[in-house]
T-cell receptor, first 110, second 118 residues
């Protein structure tokens, strides 16, 4: 059973459009991280959300942590080709480990 | 800050040989490092947790005698794939925690090592 479910798995949009991807779980997390990974590279940490209901912005990316700290969303405004990548959410899984979702593959078409 | 490097970035080896991959935290000390493998179009799968000065903790199903981990210092962990076979071909990624900055659960990842076993 996947601890974190990410949806949609794959999303292709035109440059300039908005998109939202989701990370859901039945478990409560003390924090959730979002990473972006490009082909052939390691994941890069984008943001950590800690407080239920918290909203964090990183330029055109808006991250929200659910009130119950079980889910999170990532909204991209006016997507650019540079936003293309695999977006991974991760939460604490005990013993200092992180559990990763399967990722949201986002493709922004110029 | 919080930069993690891996070496080599890409390696091709013959079946039966051993390959060592290094993971270094460049600007911080990492008491804990993690090793993941990732197959094409899939997420990261944790292989083991590497603790400085002690034995690594392996995830279920990961052979500790095949994937040898040594965390010799606060800035270096190595993963040795022993007697590699084609099914070991994968993208291996390490990460490290820096408890002095950010939050406990944040991990900083290296750029990965692409291993191809012929």
């Amino acid at each position: 059973t996947q601890l974190l479910e990410q949806s949609p798995q794959f999303l292709s949009i035109q440059e300039g459009e908005n998109l939202t991807v989701y990370c859901n779980s039945s478990s409560v997390f003390s924090s959730l991280q979002w990473y972006r990974q490009e082909p052939g590279e390691g994941p890069v940490l984008l943001v950590t959300v800690v407080t239920g209901g918290e909203v964090k912005k990183l330029k055109r990316l808006t991250f929200q942590f659910g009130d119950a700290r079980k889910d999170s969303s990532l909204h991209i405004t006016a997507a650019q080709p540079g936003d293309t990548g695999l977006y991974l959410c991760a939460g604490a899984a005990g013993n200092n480990r992180l559990a990763f979702g399967k990722g949201n593959q986002v493709v922004v078409i110029p | 800050g919080a930069v993690v490097s891996q070496h080599p970035s890409r390696v091709i080896c013959k079946s039966g040989t051993s390959v060592k991959i290094e993971c270094r935290s460049l600007d911080f000390q990492a008491t804990t490092m993690f090793w993941y493998r990732q197959f094409p179009k899939q997420s990261l799968m944790l292989m083991a947790t590497s603790n400085e000065g002690s034995k690594a903790t392996y995830e279920q199903g990961v052979e500790k005698d095949k994937f040898l981990i040594n965390h010799a210092s606060l800035t270096l962990s190595t993963l040795t794939v022993t007697s590699a076979h084609p099914e070991d071909s994968s993208f291996y990624i390490c990460s490290a925690r820096d408890l002095r900055r950010g939050l406990d659960n944040e991990q900083f990842f290296g750029p990965g090592t692409r291993l191809t076993v012929l």
